[in-house]
């Protein structure tokens, strides 16, 4: 039987509106001092971290991601009901179902969106966003609403000296829906199994108890930091050129916030001139996974480093080892 199926018509697509959460409770080095055996200076020399926010009880992955999206959906002056899809990518969720997703299109109101996540750690913003714009330029969807919440601190040790001063908490999101012109261009994405000890949970949730402590993320920093400036840069190049964007035609660098001492390394490396905005949010808000990449395109637009309809280059990498990243329009 030959059936043929109704296609819609191809369209293009663009972030319509940003949003960002950052908890309430604001921590220094010198607090993190109080728990493990380092220093101020060594912290901020070795990270270029000065303050991350940490969640409360109250500030769940939902209530965060909702609050972000709810910004994102003002700024594009769009309202809940004419969401499509509610897309949340996160890699701190303790519980493996309810979606958060669902919770959050419903705590805004999106009633008749769908809704999941997606998880690949530190590189999720930037494999949901790729998602949602082919989403939206097949027809798919209308408009989505893209999320990145994190809560790392329910998933590092405290105690653990070698990462407990990077990570945070806190929300980014988008939205994207159609638009007239090429807005986000394909996205780059790769992974690399050989490396899947490199960041990684040290043991099973099940059991976890006052008897035995739940299992914390562990990274080998080092490792992590040599494979991300070898595999990046490259992907960042692969990417402008698969949007017809040179580094001199970039108006900002909006790279996942692990490291400065990363980001800078990878700036230069990839011949950015010296007018083009480089994000480093890090510095305020640490390493916050796949939430970092809106965070951060949030700060510069709210400071004006960047305007709105700038080329920005994005790029996340994280544990697997994976990357995603895409030359978007700023919205």
């Keep these: 039987m030959n059936v043929r199926l109704r296609a819609p018509e191809h369209r293009y697509s663009r972030i319509l509106g940003v949003g960002a959460y950052r908890p309430r409770r604001v921590v220094t080095n010198a607090e993190i001092c109080t728990r493990i055996d380092s220093t101020e200076e060594w912290i901020e020399t070795r990270s270029g971290i000065v303050t991350r926010h940490f969640a409360a009880p109250d500030e769940t992955l939902a209530v965060m ?23 949340v990518a996160s890699m701190s969720n303790l519980l493996q179902t309810p979606p958060v997703s669902v919770a959050v299109a419903h705590a805004l109101g999106a009633h008749r969106a769908g809704a999941f996540d997606l998880s690949a750690a530190c590189a999720g913003f930037c494999h949901a966003l790729g998602v949602a ?8 969807a209308a408009h989505v609403l893209v999320v990145g919440a994190e809560r790392m601190t329910d998933i590092v040790d ?40 490199a960041l990684r ?78 994000a480093t949010d890090v510095r305020r808000s640490g390493n916050t996974s796949s939430a970092s990449i809106p965070l951060a395109m949030e700060r510069l637009l709210s400071e004006g480093t960047a305007r709105s309809g700038d080329p920005a280059l994005l790029v996340g990498f994280g544990a697997g080892l994976n990357y995603a990243g895409q030359v978007a329009l700023l919205p």
């Design 65 to 87: 991601a909702a609050s972000a999206g709810a910004q994102a959906l003002a700024h594009a002056g769009l309202e809940p009901d004419r969401l499509d899809c509610v897309l």
């Design 133 to 140: 714009g082919d989403l939206v330029s097949s027809g798919g």
């Design 201 to 278: 949970m040290d043991g099973e949730w099940a059991g976890a108890g006052p008897d035995r402590p739940r299992p914390y993320m562990r990274m080998d920093g080092r490792g992590v930091f040599r494979w991300a400036v070898g595999r990046i840069v490259p992907a960042g190049q692969q990417a402008m050129a698969q949007a017809g964007v040179d580094a001199a035609r970039l108006a900002a660098f909006i790279p996942h916030q692990a490291n400065l001492r990363m980001i800078e390394v990878m700036a230069d490396r990839l011949g950015l001139p010296a007018d083009v905005a480089v």
């Design 158 to 197: 405290p105690e653990d000296r070698t990462i407990a001063f990077l990570f945070a908490d806190g929300a980014g999101a988008v939205v994207v829906g159609p638009s007239d012109e090429p807005g986000i261009a394909p996205a780059v994405r790769g992974a690399d199994g050989s490396h899947l000890g």
